[in-house]
């Protein structure tokens, strides 16, 4: 197993920090520094350690709970609009962890743990992401059917979904996928237009008591959430 899959799998370092703490001479394999980053270990045999002297670019691990108003863009390219960073300019060091886009709001994650943001956004993960959804056509149970049973987007079909009829126009979907705009496309493909679009849940972090624009720091009993769950 290469060194940066241990890692991450372990919820330790994020491979990119792997790679990173690689570069700096910070890891040992069984005492000796690693230097070459596609290096093999054995999990069973091999002792893999951090030196003390990545204490200090370790640092303070922190995540939040944003609840993201809708025209806020949730990255740092000042191009498209006013952005998360902008809203909250004292956390301008972490990274989003995944994205809402602009015309969406709700619950996104600020985090500068890089096991967390690949732990809610790898291609492998198993993290529910719950989102309400209201549109301009009635809703049918045969177009929920088949955003249930997957849609045939341009990079393959999504993964079978859960959904619940809220009104006549609302309905709530639960994901464990995050393709570029996927509830949109999901639901053009079965001729729906969203007018509104919210992201209320990931894992078992909600948007309880966080008003639009707020935000809270997650618990470490959250974050252990989060990671048990991947």
Request: aromatic residues 4%; glycine residues 8%.
């Amino acid at each position: 197993m290469r060194i940066q899959k241990y890692m991450s799998e372990r919820k330790i370092l994020s491979r990119r920090e792997t790679e990173d703490f690689i570069l700096k001479g910070f890891i040992t394999v069984n005492g000796k520094v690693v230097k070459e980053l596609g290096t093999q270990i054995d999990p069973e045999k091999d002792t893999i350690e951090i030196l003390p002297s990545a204490r200090p670019s370790l640092g303070k691990k922190i995540t939040i709970a944003l609840n993201k108003p809708r025209g806020i863009v949730s990255s740092k390219i000042k191009e498209e609009g006013p952005t998360v960073f902008d809203l909250l300019p004292e956390f301008k060091y972490l990274n989003t962890v995944g994205r809402l886009d602009k015309e969406s709001e709700g619950l996104l994650l600020l985090s500068n743990d890089g096991a967390i943001t690949s732990t809610v956004t790898g291609t492998d993960h198993l993290i529910e992401k719950e989102y309400e959804v209201t549109v301009r056509e009635p809703l049918t149970p045969g177009k929920l059917r088949k955003m249930e049973e997957g849609i045939m987007l341009a990079e393959g079909i999504t993964l079978p979904a859960k959904t619940k009829l809220v009104g006549p126009y609302t309905f709530k979907i639960i994901l464990k996928e995050g393709k570029k705009h996927q509830i949109r496309r999901m639901c053009a493909a079965v001729y729906l237009t969203i007018q509104e679009l919210k992201r209320l849940r990931i894992g078992k972090i909600t948007l309880k008591d966080i008003k639009p624009g707020k935000w809270r720091q997650l618990t470490d009993e959250e974050i252990t959430s989060l990671k048990r769950v991947a």
